[in-house]
């Protein structure tokens, strides 16, 4: 089993991961919000909520916000926001024990796409999603993203005999359109709609000195020995020349749809 598919692993990740990660996710989260009208009466439900780039942006709008995931420690990092309108819970996004038809607004901002079962989570955000609801999905297009992409890129440069990570199925399911929409309605949606959002990484050079603070969740940096991992510093530092951040286009596919 894909250590991304335990709780464990991310318990002890989610502190780097709010400091590295969720400053960047949050805008792909601004982005989906964007696409969706709540209002303070609006009931929301984020799925597999990480930190919370979602959920507390939502909260911030007014609206009433459940955050879920099977992180205790992600959902921990939710709750100290401290935000009186967000409620969080412990719970397996392929097992939801909440109401059907029960929120206005279900979002998952690159969460479902990392369960074992996907089509099962798509289905159960259906399901709890209120008839004439909207589903929000985020998943990043097949080569991922931020430093997990970059990394892809450059060891196929520098070591292309080797194999890479393998993204979850749910990535390479979902990464074009006509396969995400079809995907959706299985899940009991209607009229997706998707559109490409692309946001610069900005991959700090200086941050190079310790590279485990950027790549460390990474099994393209954790599988490589000594010497390869200078070698994919040393060529990062190339790409970035006399910049000191060196900019990594990511691009994710947001979809809503109808219940």
């Known amino acids: 089993m894909p250590e991304y598919e335990e709780p464990a692993h991310w318990d002890k990740a989610a502190e780097h991961y709010e400091k590295t990660a969720h400053p960047f996710t949050a805008r792909y989260a601004e982005a989906a919000l964007a ?6 009466a609006s009931q929301v439900l984020d799925v597999a909520a990480g ?23 992600m959902v921990a990092r939710i709750a100290a926001a401290g935000l009186p309108n967000i409620e969080t819970r412990v719970m397996d996004g392929q097992a939801l ?9 279900v979002f998952s901002i690159f969460g479902v796409i990392m369960f074992p079962d996907w089509r099962r989570g ?11 609801g909207q589903g929000v999905v985020a998943t990043w297009r097949e080569g991922g993203a931020a430093t997990f992409l970059l ?7 520098l070591f292309p005999e080797r194999a890479g990570m393998t ?11 006509e396969d995400f929409a079809r995907e959706l309605i ?10 490409p959002v692309t946001f610069d990484f900005a991959l700090d050079i200086a941050a190079l000195d310790k590279p485990d603070t950027l790549f460390g969740m990474s099994p393209d940096w954790t599988s490589l020995d000594d010497a390869g991992k200078a070698a994919v510093v040393a060529e990062v530092r190339r790409m970035a020349g006399d910049r000191p ?12 749809a109808r219940r």
């Open 35 to 40: 696409r969706v009208a709540l209002t303070p």
């Open 97 to 105: 024990a909440l109401a059907a038809g029960s929120f206005d607004a």
């Open 186 to 195: 299985a899940a009991g949606y209607r009229d997706p709609q998707i559109e």
């Open 167 to 177: 993204m979850p199925a749910a990535v390479q399911a979902l990464s074009e359109p």
């Open 51 to 73: 930190t919370g780039a979602l959920a507390i942006a939502a909260a911030r709008t007014g609206a009433q916000v459940l955050a879920t995931d099977f992180s205790p420690a």
């Open 151 to 157: 990394l892809g890129q450059v060891r196929r440069k």
């Open 245 to 256: 951040a060196l900019p990594v286009p990511s691009t994710a596919l947001i979809a809503v």
């Open 122 to 132: 798509l289905a159960k955000m259906a399901r709890v999603t209120r008839p004439g």
